[in-house]
């Protein structure tokens, strides 16, 4: 499994914007997809984009599509989660994880988890 840490996460106002970054310590990074997801207190963990391993396909949550933007460096083992245009419903910790291959959006394909770091949105 590869390990994987997140950082970024902080407050932000509503209609501002938060980078995230997900670091691995894989030297192999190339090997995973890379998805980003959230749970809000009180609700179920949920997807919101994945980056396929050579960044040629993504995938993005309906509510967050147009707003965030996932991308990828292999060379510095980081995958980042742009997020433009925040919302309230944005708060949640937000974590990544790692899949084989693919961009589906089933938590049960991501076998590595980071720790999560917390993105909170105000009106």
Same mark, same amino acid.
């Not at 840490?5 to 996460?9: D, F, I, Q, W």
């Not at 995958?79 to 997020?83: A, F, G, I, P, T």
């Given at each position: 499994q590869v390990q994987l *840490?997140?950082?970024?996460?902080g407050l932000a106002q509503a209609g501002g914007s938060l980078r995230l970054s997900c670091a691995a310590s894989e030297r192999t990074f190339n090997n995973y997809a890379i998805g980003w997801f959230r749970q809000a207190p009180g609700k179920e963990r949920e997807f919101v984009a *994945?980056? =396929? &391993?050579?960044? =040629?396909?993504t995938n993005y949550a309906d509510s967050v599509k147009g707003r965030f933007t996932i991308s990828r460096d292999n060379a510095k083992n980081t *995958?980042?989660?742009?997020?433009n245009s925040l919302k309230p419903e944005d708060t949640a910790v937000y974590y990544c %994880? %790692? &899949?084989?291959y693919g961009t589906g959006n089933r938590q049960s394909d991501f076998?590595?988890?980071g720790q999560g770091t917390q993105v909170t949105v105000s009106s």
């Open positions: *840490v997140e950082s970024g996460g *994945v980056i =396929s &391993r050579y960044a =040629s396909a *995958v980042s989660l742009q997020m %994880a %790692a &899949r084989p076998g590595s988890w």
